[in-house]
């Protein structure tokens, strides 16, 4: 197979968006996300994101079919429940950039894309001047319920790339759950690393 990764900024964003939105919901419903997404949030969601100066949407293609993504913009940019828990831990909003999903078809993963993404979105934070990059990851117990056997956490991956957990720094957001009846809190995690 030969995969693409590239990054696409500016009016080309709009052009990946449904791709990104049926990505998100096939592979945020497997855990740790496990979640019930819809199209038309979806839409939204990453309509907003698009329209953020400086956002970069990385993409993996094999061919012409989108099989993997990840997003990026200013901290500035987003919601404001994205920014409060970093600046209550004492970081200039104004110099982080955040790390918004990355997603990516089972059957592409292991083949260095997952770097790639990492690359092009940190070139992109420190071409706009960005002293830190932020993500999130949802926290899960070790004892879930719906955790498969075989389940890998991604944390030696993004140690390795030069991230730590912020200790007690988080971010809340509610979202439904595959099996759930409405939308339940959810808690994540933020990490971090200065560019």
């Known amino acids: 197979m030969s995969v693409t990764v590239a990054p696409v900024t500016g009016a080309g964003l ?11 919901i096939t592979v ?13 949030y979806e839409a939204d969601y990453l309509a907003d994101f698009a329209a953020a100066a400086g956002a970069v949407i990385v993409v993996a293609r094999d061919g012409e079919t989108i099989v ?9 940019t ?3 429940a994205w920014q409060a828990p970093l600046a209550a831990a004492g970081f200039d909003i104004a110099r982080c950039f955040y790390f918004g999903e990355s997603v990516l078809l089972p059957r592409y993963r292991g083949q260095g894309m997952g770097h790639a993404f990492f690359d092009h979105r940190e070139a ?10 932020a993500f999130c990851s949802v ?8 955790r498969p056997a075989d389940h890998r956490p991604l944390d030696a991956f993004w140690r390795g790339r030069g991230y730590a957990p912020l ?12 099996g759930g009846e409405g ?13």
């Open 14 to 24: 709009a052009e990946v968006i449904p791709a990104l939105a049926a990505l998100r």
């Open 28 to 40: 945020f419903r497997a855990f740790p996300y496990l979640y019930d997404g819809n199209a038309a």
């Open 68 to 76: 993997g993504a990840a997003t990026a913009a200013p901290l500035v």
């Open 78 to 80: 987003q919601d404001e």
């Open 124 to 133: 992109q934070a420190r071409a706009l001047g960005a002293s830190h990059v």
């Open 139 to 146: 926290i899960r117990a070790g004892n879930h319920p719906a």
């Open 167 to 178: 200790a007690g720094v988080t971010a809340r957001f509610d979202w439904k759950t595959i």
């Open 183 to 195: 939308e339940e809190r959810h808690e994540l995690q933020y990490w971090t690393r200065a560019l």
